[in-house]
């Protein structure tokens, strides 16, 4: 690693301890995480589902082992939840118990998608319209815990962070696998874009109805150029360093992308008390593989763990025996960033002052404002 990658990692991990260690009270009342395999934290364990993480080696770098995280460590939220000052993780809807509740839960699921039939070639999980339904029993919860004081429910609720990340499966685990989905047949791209988004408008619809005003929207990564899609790229030259993405699959997700933005200036525009941002994880990513080195990174092209080209054509098998330092991989297994990276994809949604990562604001100013 670099001397400058050196004090990138080195400040990033020191903030992130002390933002937990020193903090009085959390910058916000509570977090509420809407999403897929890149935040789930449990909510798949229990169900009949091959997106599961629940064993080892996943978690071989998490203080609670093999939690149902996939990554080696924290996820992006874990950390956005100790920037943002709670002394804990933000708890699994599947298993949160009482006052739990008040802080916020965690609703994602691994495979989970904007469309129903997402994700289900690996099985049960909770589509982005069950994870609402499921924040729409939080409520009720809560209702009843303020002895039914909807107004000082719906200010409580005001104020909470919401983290929405969803779509990747919806090109993964649907758009791009031909032989399982009909989608690419029926829709080109832009249509295709153009349903996600008005079905993702209209759940967030459903949110802010239930109180959400202060809401961040996450972008869809560089999904082309994760290392399950360089060993099926046949440009990929066997998985070597210069192993080349899939263009097309990330010029599909730029277009839902740029969607995201127009949607979160309308609802900034057209709904009351409504501040939602724009992070744009596309971005991050590409600055990453740019500028690897200068990140401490060496290998970007393949995962920690797993199983032939890439380390991405089988993901990480119980008990494999990952890379030894992963701290020098981008990624853990053929889906998902290392705990390292997911630091990196916090920070610049928490504290960059470039539009170009968030927009309008970042997700401190969003808990501010």
Known sequence: MGNLGKLVLFVTLVFVGATSAWSTDPQVP??????????????????????????????????????????????MVDILAQFLGFRSFIPPYATARGDEVLRGLNYASGAAGLRSETGSNLGQHYPFAEQINHFRNTVQYMRRTFKGNTTKLRDHLSKCIYFVGMGSNDYLNNYFMPFYYPTSYEYSPST?????????????????????????????????????????????????????????????????????????????????????????????????????????????????????????????????????????????????????????????AYSSKSKSDAYPMNIQQLARA
């Open 30 to 75: 509570c977090f509420f995480i809407f999403g897929d395999s890149l935040v789930d934290n449990g909510n798949n364990n229990g169900i009949l589902s091959l997106a599961r993480a629940n064993y080892r080696p996943y978690g071989v770098d998490f203080p609670q082992g093999a939690s149902g995280r996939f990554t080696n460590g924290r996820t």
């Open 192 to 348: 295709f874009a153009t349903l996600l988004l008005q079905a993702y408008s209209q759940q967030l619809m459903q949110l802010y109805n239930l109180g959400a005003r202060k809401v961040a929207i996450i972008g869809i990564g560089q999904v082309g150029c994760i290392p399950y899609e360089l060993a099926r790229n046949r440009n990929s030259n066997n998985g070597r360093n210069n192993s080349q993405c899939n263009e097309t699959i990330n010029k599909d997700i730029t277009i839902f992308n740029n969607g995201l933005v127009q949607m979160v200036n309308r609802f900034n525009k057209q709904k009351s008390g409504a501040k939602f941002i724009y992070v744009n994880t596309f971005q991050t990513s590409k600055d990453i593989a740019a500028n690897a080195a200068s990140y401490g990174f060496k290998v970007v092209d393949r995962g920690c763990c797993g199983v032939g080209r890439n380390n991405g054509q089988i993901t990480c098998l119980p008990y494999q025996t990952p890379c030894s330092d992963r701290t020098k991989y981008l990624f853990w297994d053929a889906f998902h960033p290392t705990e390292v990276a997911n630091v990196i994809y916090a920070r610049k």
